[in-house]
């Protein structure tokens, strides 16, 4: 006979954990969404979104076909907000006064970034736009230098095809390694976006550390 103990501890993995049917239906929209509004907007982490939702993916009864999809929608959802912010710049570069979104897509590209990203796209193309999506903050500076260079929009996206599908290739393997790591699934998906928020902050640490370093070995004005 079933003791009330265990009657108690299913009713709270019951709510604890959500039907594996109810999780689908609202993480594979869920994850559509942000990662769209996270391409148009740089300021929702979607590499740590993309990397929990294969946390979960990986701990279903299909996992190999979950995580299938989680690739998929991300992949498809970042392609989507990268052609929608590209559209929005390019209206911005026609336009005599500008706008809104090519004004926010200059402030968050510094200017040796954006010197950089303009003499790669110089010497490889489009094709730098499947790095720019891997490194941490590269994505926004090659955006715009080919906003600025007056790339067609198709062109732009047959290149950004491929970037977003090694963007999410990147990020799902993040999240299934976090999540073999651990048994619970909270556990993968807190390691997962730990690791993700680590690799995004790096490379600004870096520049100011080599930032203080160069100030300190400068010469002194008298």
Known sequence: MTSLSEIADVVARQVVTPPESTQQAVGYPSLFLLVVVGSLVPVVPTGAIVSGAAVVALHQSLPAFSLLTVFGVAAFAAFLGDIGLYWLGRRGVGSKNGSRWLAALRERAAPE??????????????????????VPAGRIPVMLA??????PLREFARGDIFAC??????????????????????EGIAAAVALTLVISAAPSLWRRVRARGRERTSPQEP
Do not use: M, N
């Not at 950089?116 to 891997?134: I, M, N, P, Y």
């Not at 080919?146 to 790339?151: G, N, S, Y």
């Not at 999240?175 to 651990?182: D, E, H, Q, S, W």
């Open 113 to 134: 970034r954006l010197a950089q990203a303009d003499r790669k796209l110089r010497e490889h193309g489009v094709a730098v736009l499947v790095l720019s999506r891997l």
């Open 146 to 151: 080919c906003l600025l260079a007056r790339t």
């Open 165 to 186: 599908l090694a963007w999410a290739a990147a990020y799902q393997l993040i999240g299934i390694a976090g999540g073999a790591l651990f048994p619970e699934p909270w």
